[in-house]
């Protein structure tokens, strides 16, 4: 597609159970990453992969998340027993690379996100 | 992990007026990149500008990598300039997520 994308757009959904988001990052794009925005606030680093494989998973707030990837594609983030401080917006973004020093090959693009309410 | 500080954190601007957005960083950086974020929550690409100067229409950056600093340069600002500004920042020792500022919040106004 002609850029990054997510679903859903909006996630409603009661503390404690299971929620999955998608992202379909940019053609041809081998890196693919997840970060979160809370309310007003800038947004923090979650997990990256390259390729299927994830070198950095230290952004993971819990082991209530968990994220895969798969044929260097699609990627699902997956929080198990949601907690109202998970509310937030979750965004996907992907380069073309990831460790080109200084490359213009390693710009990421963002995508929508997906705006998480936990009640 | 590497600091990243926008200033000023809000900006209110009349229409046509100039401003400098600065970003300040603590450690070498690998990339850097500046976004506008829409009142919808999208993040709109500026630059990827991990040292030197550039120019796109009415707006341009520059890096000074030595120094540790961003400036992000908006002249004649329209009302759809609006938004939230962030610098974002790949340190060189731990690979390639973006560490992000708060954010420099500027309105425009008619």
């Known amino acids: 597609g002609a850029g990054v994308s997510q679903s859903p757009s909006n996630k409603v959904t009661e503390k404690g159970k299971d929620v999955e988001l998608r992202c379909d990052p940019i053609s041809g794009h081998t890196a693919l990453y997840w970060y979160r925005q809370r309310l007003g606030q800038g947004l923090e680093f979650l997990i990256y992969?390259?390729?299927?494989?994830?070198?950095?998973k230290s952004g993971l707030p819990s082991d209530r998340f968990s994220a895969e990837r798969t044929g260097e594609s699609v990627s699902t983030l997956t929080i198990q027993r949601t907690q109202q401080e998970d509310s937030a917006v979750y965004l996907c973004?992907?380069?073309?690379?990831?460790?080109?020093?200084?490359?213009?090959?390693?710009?990421?693009?963002f995508g929508p996100g997906t705006r998480l309410t936990v009640l | 992990g590497i600091q990243v500080e926008q200033s000023p954190p809000d900006l209110i601007l009349q229409e046509g007026a100039n401003s400098t957005l600065r970003c300040n960083f603590s450690d070498s950086v690998n990339n850097l990149q500046w976004f506008h974020q829409n009142p919808w929550g999208q993040l709109i690409n500026l630059f990827y500008?991990?040292?030197g100067t550039k120019q796109n229409g009415r707006l341009s950056a520059t890096t000074v990598a030595t120094e540790r600093y961003s400036l992000l340069y908006i002249s004649s600002s329209q009302t759809t300039d609006s938004g939230v500004y962030f610098c974002a920042v790949d340190q060189e020792t731990s690979g390639s997520r973006l560490t992000f500022g708060e954010g420099t919040q500027l309105t425009v106004n008619p």
């Open positions: 500008i991990p040292s």
């Open positions: 992969f390259q390729g299927n494989s994830a070198p950095d």
């Open positions: 973004a992907s380069s073309l690379a990831a460790t080109v020093v200084r490359s213009s090959y390693n710009e990421q693009f």
